[in-house]
């Protein structure tokens, strides 16, 4: 019997999953987590529609390659079924190796090993359940396949990862500031000397895009309130496993456990193939639990943190373009011991950090124009009036965590 299934998507309309490897993917175990692993963390906490998935996200991203493969093939650009199949499943597998709440928790459940090094991993494994069936997805997701511009459309500066997550995220949100027009850029896609290039008439959507993007990052993703509530939560996680390690009994479920008592690197789980199974069982709902329990734990620290996120009493956020002189976060460090935090664990509550923001980066990988005479040039260089150089021009900011009294 031949399988279909059929997403009404809000944001692209209907999705379909053809039988076959995509079909097998989408209803594993391990990506079938992604329902339970929102796209943006605590953002909801600010934009209470923020409450969409991963599961969401990766299967709109799917839906916007397998457009831009059908666009660039109708241009006589040779892609054959094989790899649009992968291409799809790279984009489809690319987000897998995400943990609980995202990009908040990216680096506290494990140390220095990015969700990308993690989405390989879980590739490569069912690679092997599926007799190989990956080796291309793979080699177009880390870009080892030599056709570039197909790892480019999984990840560059206009990947359909972006362009998905842009789009859906603004409408959840409702920061309309962050919509673009999907549907042109895609149309716009062409292909010159094995790089992905746009069409020269695609300038002001690309303007756009980008000005969409750097917008999204200070209204949405860095929003300082959002910024507060992650730390809150990554302390949290911190004082857990500060914790667990001096030998305290913590509620967890036996996954979060695990990676609570050991800080796993990237060669742990080379070393430990059976890691990632662990790491498959957790989700958002592991963590809130233990945090819900933990606002009653006997520790200050670990129940004043876990029954503020509890109730939404987020830590007192300032933000500004210097950093804080000492004498200030001294005051704050002051106040919050008067206010009874003790000394030993103020650093809990009061601390410091910056964020930064850059909309376009072309050292990573350039957005090209390519004019009716086959030349290209960077995004910034064919950008007039608008002059879209300042977005490729990091911008950072300071903030300062503290109690609110």
Known sequence: MVRRKIFNDPVHGFISIPDGLLFNLVEHPWFQRLRRIKQLGLTHLVYPGALHTRFHHTLGAMHLMEEAIDVLKSKGHVIT???????????????????????????????????EALSEVFM????????????????????????????????????????????????????IEGSIGTDRIIKMLEVDGDELVLEAK??????????????????????KTVLS?????????????????????????????????????????????????????LDDFDIFSAIKVWSTHNDFVLRQLSGQLVNRRLFKIVMQEEPFCEAVVEKARKEAVENGIPVDVVKYFVFTGDVENRAYDPSFSSIRLLDRNRVTRDVTEASGRLGLQYLSESTKKFFLCSMKL
């Open 124 to 175: 490569r494994r069912l690679n092997e359940q599926y007799y190989g069936t990956l080796d291309l997805a793979i080699a177009i997701f880390n870009g080892s396949y030599h056709k570039r511009f197909l790892h480019q459309l999984v990840s560059g500066q206009l990947d359909v990862d972006r362009l998905d997550y842009l789009k859906r995220d603004s409408y959840f949100t409702g920061v």
């Open 229 to 281: 509530a992650e730390y809150l939560l990554v302390n949290i996680l911190a004082r857990a496993r500060e914790l667990v390690t001096d030998g305290v009994d913590l509620f967890a479920t036996p996954s979060l456990q695990l990676f609570l008592k050991e800080n796993f690197t990237r060669e742990g789980f080379n070393q430990r193939p059976e890691l990632i199974e662990s790491f498959a069982l």
């Open 81 to 115: 079924p094989e790899e649009s199949e992968a291409a799809a499943a790279a984009i489809l597998l690319h987000d897998i190796g995400h943990g609980p709440f995202s990009h908040a928790l990216e680096h506290s459940i494990v140390s220095d090993v990015p969700h």
């Open 202 to 223: 695609a300038l002001y959507s690309i303007e756009n895009f980008l000005v969409a993007r750097r917008l999204m990052y200070w209204q949405v993703y860095l929003h």
